[in-house]
């Protein structure tokens, strides 16, 4: 059987994960919300745990939206550094000696 041709991997996709957090925990906070009220009946079903189950996914939605937005800053300075390397290496060059040299190929 012949083998199939390898083709590279496509780059990542950059999704609003502040955006996606920040709904997941919304929608904890809210269910949390909803549940209390019914808090007696839900215990005498045995069911008394799920508003505190909520509001343990809502915090540890804050953890999580105070990780993104870390980590997307974290992100945005790193570029910002890298586009501020890339020109003041080609304004200091002269464009001769590092003209074919790319961010990966300086790191290798």
């Known amino acids: 059987m012949p083998k199939t041709p390898l083709h590279p991997s496509p780059p990542p996709l950059e999704a609003n994960d502040v955006a996606i957090v920040s709904g997941g925990t919304v929608l904890w906070f809210v269910a949390f919300l909803v549940l209390l009220p019914f808090q007696g009946t839900l ?46 290496d080609g304004d200091g060059s002269g464009g001769g000696t590092g003209s074919g040299t790319g961010p990966a190929t300086r790191s290798d």
């Open 43 to 88: 215990s005498d079903h045995g069911h008394g745990t799920w508003p505190w189950i909520c509001l343990s996914g809502g915090l540890l939605g804050l953890i999580g939206l105070w990780y993104c937005r870390a980590r997307r800053d974290a992100i945005a300075r790193s570029r910002a550094a890298e586009a501020a390397q890339r020109e003041a």
